[in-house]
């Protein structure tokens, strides 16, 4: 084999993994963009290494991991400052659920992203009030089957202390799962919450909000949102229906998301806003609103 094939060969193998990486990174940091950054750094490092260290690598997936977990772990060490200059509440990027569906014809399992609630707008929340190294503990051990051992290098803790790190962010997670409506029991609430925010029905909106429902409205300080959370199911109920009667132009429409059903803004064909809800007791707890530009690039077309 001539050397060219041998380089070519290296490329498709590292390459093959990009998809897992992109997934893996945006379950660890909530955004597609500071996902994609963190793929592309991992790169950047395997190609950094000279042919005898890339050939002394028996493990070119684990390796990748590793490195890009290491990377979203200091993106993750660094947020609190970033988000201290984020302008109203910081939300993840909301996407459809088809996006991380593995390319046509895939059989490969390792190409495969089961579409479960480890990439929802709710766990992400969740995950998000942890701390990086329980974030980091939970994904890698629960969501890809890495060994403690393995993950510990990563985090720079002994395998018995990233042990402790996922069962409290399991227990996090078990209380969250616990909670949260079935899938038919959350479309339902979508679609009734969906026709009355169109319709201007303040009355039966305010019949699916919970008593102490939240809306968080993520516009990162680019188009109009609000800069602080909406408390109360009438405030919710009367800042829903106020978007839409600013904004006549707006169509509300059900789409397929990460989440379940989800609701999106659209004007013509351009969708200018994503909802998710989540919701429990057969009410909607919580309202997700990210009309954040940045992260609607996954809508686009």
């Not at 379950?27 to 890339?54: H, I, K, M, N």
């Not at 403690?148 to 985090?155: G, K, L, Q, S, Y």
Request: charge should be negative; charged fraction near 25%.
């Amino acid at each position: 084999m001539h050397a060219e094939d041998g380089a070519l060969g290296d490329l498709d193998t590292v390459m093959a993994e990009r998809r897992r990486l992109i997934t893996l990174a945006y379950r660890l940091l909530g955004t597609l963009d500071e996902a994609e950054d963190a793929v592309q750094e991992t790169y950047l490092r395997w190609y950094r290494l000279s042919p005898e260290e890339r050939a002394a690598v028996a493990n070119p997936q684990g390796w990748l991991t590793r490195v890009a977990s290491r990377v979203c772990l200091d993106v993750l060490k660094s947020a609190r400052a970033r988000r201290e200059r984020y302008v109203g509440p910081w939300l993840p990027e909301p996407v459809p659920s088809h996006h991380f569906e593995p390319p046509a014809g895939s059989v490969d399992p390792a190409d495969r992203v089961t579409l479960d609630d480890t990439i929802s707008s709710a766990l992400l929340v969740v995950l998000d009030a942890m701390t990086p190294a329980e974030r980091v503990a939970f994904v890698l051990h629960d969501v890809f089957t890495l060994p403690f051992t393995e993950i510990a290098d990563v985090v720079g803790r002994t395998p018995a202390a990233v042990r402790q790190l996922a069962t409290s962010a399991r227990r996090k997670v078990s209380t969250h799962r616990d909670s949260v409506a079935a899938l038919p029991e959350h479309d339902a609430v979508v679609r009734a919450f969906g026709a009355a925010t169109a319709g201007g029905d303040l009355g039966a909106l305010t019949s699916l909000l919970d008593s102490s429902v939240v809306l968080r409205s993520d516009g990162g300080g680019v188009v109009s949102a609000a800069r602080k959370p909406v408390a109360g199911a009438d405030n919710v109920a009367r800042f829903m229906i106020g978007v839409m009667a600013k904004r006549p132009t707006w169509r509300v429409e059900e789409r397929p998301t990460t989440d379940g059903l989800g609701l999106v803004y659209v004007e013509g064909e351009e969708v200018l806003g994503v909802v998710n809800l989540r919701v429990a007791g057969g009410l909607a707890t919580d309202v997700w609103m990210v009309v954040n530009p940045a992260k609607l690039a996954a809508w686009k077309g």
